[in-house]
């Protein structure tokens, strides 16, 4: 089974993983998007499928847990567990996890044993959930299975080795979910579960030649909707009208609607694929990050006229993409963060991609082109403040003061962030060593309050992925 050794749990989630140089490599279309009026395995007359109110049961195919002795000839080595080794976060054991209150405010995290080598094949990975007091539970063991999504009722996780899978993060249960795959292997498969409880899955394929495919599947592989299925024309990655991944998309809380945005256009969707209706689109190659509000979703789009000025590519990005709340009722966006513009002396301008609000501050993030490069900015009106990063960390400022490698933003805690960020280490012989995945808690005016999990500057490993509850359309790096 990939990912769980019984004698664990497993719970929230979120994606820490390095952006490489050029972003994402995929193309998306210049014709008309195909968003079917409905899908063709619903009711004849139904445009809507009524959202579960129970959870889903567990999976089919039981598995035997853990081991942590074991014996060569006469001889017993016992392993301690990821919650007893020195290694790992200090965690609470998993028979104390509390089932029953994990959701909302909760972090699954992915960590790796933080060793001084980062090819060392002894280092282990463990699954650990920590709550809104930051008490750590230790869940299970992992084998290095990278993570889809976690369920809105914390119970199942997604993965794909090759089969798209669902497994059962208490008991250590797994089932698959048969999915109409590309021949060969040049394809990516993304996957999350539905809303509100994760009935059904939504699975991106996208074949890096030609084609994506947006469609919901039951867990036993019934496709339910075809919420798009599109070819791909080439697109250069300087023309602000390109999508990485060529649709993005993001559950209703409710479960009855979707909305996708592709490189023409935002859409309101039916949760069985047909057209509500369209909605702003405030820019070129918009993509949706999460729900904003209620009644609203972030999209990170580039703005129109500086695609158009002698300022588009001047740096090593594009740069110049805005953060906008589109309401799904079709309204007029709304801007969050400040226009670009174009001077003599402009050379690069942020590139907006994932935003939260923490009262009337955006913390906005950025992208940069290989491994640091990002930034967090946190914006009222046209003033930013950015956040400068862990204080025992490098890389350096011109002037020895601290700054952020490439922060994500994970999660907003009341009037604080949940930020996760890579930590290194110095020696003075070699410059900056490690590569630590750390999370932070973080405060609206850019302050760093504390570190969540362990930092060890100068190691390779710690936070490989944090996931939340929440929908969001986006994964993140620190490996």
Not at 135 to 161: H, K, M, Q
Not at 290 to 318: K, T
Request: glycine share 12%.
């Amino acid at each position: 089974m990939p990912g769980v050794r019984l004698a664990a749990r497993l719970v929230l989630a979120m994606s820490l993983l390095v952006a490489g140089c050029g972003g994402e490599t995929a193309q998306v279309s210049t014709v008309p998007t195909t968003l079917p009026p409905a899908s063709t395995t619903g009711p004849a007359t139904a445009t809507t499928r009524v959202p579960s109110t129970t959870e889903p049961g567990s999976a089919t195919t039981t598995t035997g847990g853990p081991t942590t002795t074991t014996t060569a000839g006469s001889t017993t080595t016992t392993t301690l567990p990821p919650w007893g080794d020195p290694g790992f976060p200090e965690a609470l054991p998993p028979e104390a996890i509390p089932w029953d209150e994990v959701g909302a405010g909760w972090l699954l995290v992915r960590y790796r044993e933080p060793l001084s080598d980062p090819a060392d094949p002894a280092a282990r990975e463990a699954l650990f959930l920590i709550n809104p007091a930051d008490i750590v539970y230790a869940v299970s063991e992992w084998d290095s299975t990278e993570i889809l999504d976690w369920s809105p009722g914390g119970r199942r996780v997604l993965v794909f080795d090759g089969r798209l899978r669902v497994i059962d993060l208490r008991e250590g249960s797994t089932s698959a979910i048969p999915a109409a795959l590309p021949s060969g292997e040049g394809f990516r498969v993304d996957a999350r579960f539905t809303r509100p409880l994760g009935r059904d899955v939504v699975v991106r394929i996208l074949d890096w030649d030609d084609h994506v495919r947006l469609e919901t599947l039951q867990t036993d592989g019934t496709r339910l909707a075809l919420l798009a299925d599109f070819d791909l024309p080439s697109y250069d990655y300087s023309d602000p009208e390109y999508v990485a991944v060529g649709i993005t998309w993001l559950y209703a809380p409710t479960g009855t609607e979707v909305v996708v945005a592709t490189s023409d256009r935002i859409s309101l969707l039916s949760n069985l694929g047909a057209v509500v209706r369209p909605l702003d689109t405030p820019g070129l190659g918009c993509t949706l990050s999460r729900w904003w509000d209620e009644r609203s979703v972030l999209a990170a789009c580039y703005d129109r006229d500086w695609a158009a000025s002698p300022c588009w590519y001047q740096g090593p990005g594009p740069g110049g993409r805005l953060l906008w709340s589109v309401p799904i009722d079709g309204s007029r966006a709304t801007r969050l963060t400040p226009e670009p513009v174009c001077t003599p002396d402009t050379l690069e301008v942020p590139t907006y991609g994932d935003g939260l609000p923490v009262g009337r501050v955006v913390a906005a993030q950025s992208r940069g082109c290989c491994g640091c490069g990002g930034s967090l900015d946190f914006i009222v009106g046209d003033s930013v403040t950015p956040w400068t990063g862990y204080a025992d960390s490098f890389p350096r400022g011109p002037l020895g003061e601290s700054q952020a490698c490439s922060p994500y933003l994970i999660a907003a805690r009341g009037e604080h962030l949940v930020v996760g960020d890579t930590v290194f280490g110095w020696d003075p012989d070699h410059g900056a060593t490690g590569w630590l995945g750390a999370l932070f808690e973080v405060a609206a005016d850019g302050t760093t309050r504390r570190a969540i999990t362990p930092v060890t500057s100068g190691h390779y490993g710690g936070v490989l992925q944090v996931f939340t509850n929440e929908e969001a359309a986006l994964t993140v790096g620190l490996w």
